[in-house]
């Protein structure tokens, strides 16, 4: 009886398997999308409402741009501290380390509440560590552990993994927040994220403890780097996705909080463009390949700008949902297949298999510029709804210089000899 039962879920099991592409990618990818998951179950709450509490206990809109541009600012810096300490350490304690600062941003918001002006300073480099460390391990774990023909299949399956809690966790934890009176329901969520922190670092010792042999060069990096034309037009392309990526992680929630406040309604939102996301990120490990990463980026960024238009036209909650829902759509045909073409460009740089953390912390100053001029076009634009959207389309314009400059920076990357090692 027991060998009936266990057929059909092992059939079933390998089925979903399929679906995801996880026959695709090795049992050490997987072991690592675990612990991504833990990641992104704990940070849930202060990508998605930490903007909308800074809001209602201070009263200043201003605040979240300036929140957000000290972030940027600093985050490049804590790449650079990151690639330090993955040389000296390892990845999963980077990870590790990154997870934990986390944790320390939500002791010190809650903490500080009644003085967070004067504080966000100081929060804006405790979270900048945190994503800092955190991301620069992530990123060097997934070029560590795909390949370049698999990584689309790779990245897919994360983008699926961060739908599924994108969807679920964030109209759970609007409703409590709605439900509890005051600030009672960011207590109990911030508290119960804790619980999750705790797993997701014990994740990370299931990981390989590798770590890269030697000393840290990276005034050589720099001017390896600097030399090599691959690189420069790669940094480039990730200026030109900067300006629009770093203002639409958080905008879009302000704007649409800015129309109606709810932080259940923002809950909702962050369900269906979840649900979106999770069939977007699907259906790109099914039809993008290095072959054609390109013409879906043109498409995507095309389909984009012509919903940005619609916002021009009107502007309410249902149409910034809508826009919301359609950006996390085409945003898995921009991001990803970029990112897939930056690994593949630092892992043909000279010495990619020891130096791949500093190119990839190189890689963030260029992010960074263009995540800073993003919020700074948004912000120069006039003071109404209106020309928020102006700001919006302008940024996503600009970003069509990420597939151009990316198509010469394969391109010339295609022509040095390969790295990696076999």
């Given at each position: ?21 996880a ?19 704990f ?6 409402f ?32 990151g ?10 304690r ?9 944790a ?60 599924v ?35 997701a ?7 390989p403890?590798?770590?890269?042999p ?7 990096t ?11 037009l ?85 149409t ?36 791949r ?35 919006m ?30």
């Amino acid at each position: 009886m027991d060998k009936k039962i266990t057929r059909p879920r092992r059939r079933a099991s390998r089925l979903l398997a399929r679906l995801l592409g996880a026959d695709l990618v090795s049992g050490t990818y997987l072991e690592f999308v675990k612990m991504h998951a833990g990641y992104l179950l704990f940070t849930n709450m202060k990508s998605l409402f930490t903007n909308t509490l800074l809001i209602r206990v201070t009263g200043d809109n201003s605040l979240v741009m300036k929140f957000n541009l000290m972030q940027f600012i600093c985050i490049p810096f804590a790449y650079t501290l990151g690639a330090f300490y993955i040389r000296r350490r390892s990845l999963p304690r980077a990870a590790a380390w990154g997870m934990g600062f986390s944790a320390l941003f939500y002791a010190v918001f809650f903490l500080s509440l009644n003085h967070l002006v004067w504080m966000l300073p100081l929060l804006s480099v405790i979270t900048a560590i945190s994503f800092g460390f955190y991301t620069l391990a992530n990123q060097t774990m997934t070029l560590e552990y795909s390949a370049d023909e698999n990584r689309e299949a790779a990245i897919s399956i994360s983008g699926v993994v961060s739908g599924v809690i994108s969807m679920a966790m964030p109209v759970i934890n609007g409703a409590i927040i709605s439900a509890l009176p005051g600030l009672g329901g960011y207590y109990a969520v911030f508290g119960v994220s804790m619980v999750i922190a705790f797993f997701a670092v014990r994740q990370t010792r299931k990981l390989p403890d590798r770590r890269i042999p030697g000393q840290i060069h990276f005034r050589e990096t720099v001017r390896d780097a600097l030399h090599s034309r691959p690189f420069l037009l790669a940094g480039l392309a990730e200026t030109f996705k900067g300006v629009r990526e770093g203002v639409f992680t958080f905008f879009l929630n302000v704007l649409l909080f800015e129309c109606i406040q709810s932080e259940f309604l923002v809950g909702v939102n962050t369900l269906l463009v979840g649900i979106v996301s999770i069939f977007g990120c699907w259906l790109l490990g099914r039809l993008v390949r290095p072959h054609n990463r390109i013409r879906y980026m043109f498409a995507a960024l095309a389909s984009l700008l012509c919903v940005t238009c619609i916002l021009l036209l009107r502007l309410d909650a249902f149409t910034v949902m809508l826009m919301s829902v359609c950006n996390s759509f085409f945003t898995c045909f921009t991001l990803n297949p970029s990112s897939s073409m930056q690994f593949y460009v630092v892992s043909k740089l000279p010495e990619s298999q020891e130096r791949r953390s500093e190119y990839l912390a190189l890689k963030a100053y260029f992010l960074a510029i263009g995540r800073v001029a993003g919020v700074i076009i948004v912000s120069s634009m006039p003071g109404t709804a209106q020309g928020s959207v102006l700001g919006m389309l302008a940024i996503t314009l600009l970003q069509f210089g990420t597939p151009i400059l990316y198509h010469f920076a394969v391109k010339e990357a295609s022509l040095l000899p390969s790295q990696e090692t076999q």
